[in-house]
């Protein structure tokens, strides 16, 4: 059995963005938890538990994957309603570079025959 790419992109993928992005937006920007949590679409409670590592610890996005969730963050923090347009940006990178193949590699393994991906190790 397997999971859909789709699915190891809403357990395991973006959450790890939203993790990035909610610390880049408190200690970079200043935002509340709560100011935060409505830009992201989360509650306060959420970025709380992103930020103290009890949410999101499987996934650790690559240098390039963090610096494109850098480039979004100040974008969200000049216009918090374009959250939703740039997470689903990060999340094309992400594919294009091959990023959530290395994900599927390490948590659903027997989709990559079926997708025809090969991740970049």
Known sequence: MYLLPQEIEVWYII????????????????FSYEKA?????ISKAAISQYLS??????????F???REVARSAKVIVKNPKLAVSEIQRILKFMKD???SCNVCRKYNKEVLGYCNCEPRY
């Open 15 to 30: 959450p790890a963005v939203r993790k990035e992005l909610a610390g880049l937006l408190t200690r970079e920007y200043g």
């Open 97 to 99: 570079n091959k990023c």
């Open 53 to 62: 590592n009890k949410r999101a610890n499987k996934v650790k996005l690559n």
């Open 64 to 66: 390039d994957t963090k």
């Open 37 to 41: 949590g409505l830009a992201l679409g």
